[in-house]
């Protein structure tokens, strides 16, 4: 399985956008699927991440109160809402498919696909 993020953009600080991650064929529904963001030169970050039904959300806590993940099985979807951005939430953004449910470490996900770029400005 290879996730695709997309939904990503300029924006000002304090402005929102809504990530999408899907796959081009595979069915999500079974997966636990993780969120990460990395900027040039830096390790890949943990975001956030949603259990295969949506019953258990985890966050970073730079995030926390302001990103919100969710998920749509019927639509093979992964979404996240981030809210009240910061121009230290400008990188790439990846969503993958986590082989160790809960985990926050990049190492136990799989599935990356291309990032989408976010630029938040100030």
């Known amino acids: 399985v290879q996730l695709q993020a997309s939904g990503g953009g300029l924006v000002q600080a304090g402005g929102s956008l809504r990530l999408s991650c899907g796959t081009s064929?595979?069915?999500?529904?079974?997966?636990?699927v993780g969120w990460f963001r990395q900027v040039p030169g830096k390790e890949r970050e943990f975001v956030a991440a949603?259990?295969?039904?949506?019953?258990?959300?985890y966050y970073a806590g730079s995030v926390k109160g302001r990103f919100t993940i969710s998920r749509d099985n019927a639509k093979n979807t992964v979404y996240l809402q981030m809210n009240n951005l910061k121009p230290e939430d400008t990188a790439v953004y990846y969503c993958?498919?986590?082989?160790?449910?809960?985990?926050?470490?990049?190492?136990?996900?799989?599935?990356w696909g291309q990032g989408t770029l976010v630029t938040v400005s100030s």
């Open positions: 949603i259990n295969w039904n949506g019953s258990g959300t």
């Open positions: 064929g595979d069915s999500l529904s079974d997966f636990g």
């Open positions: 993958a498919v986590d082989g160790l449910p809960g985990t926050s470490h990049y190492g136990e996900y799989y599935g």
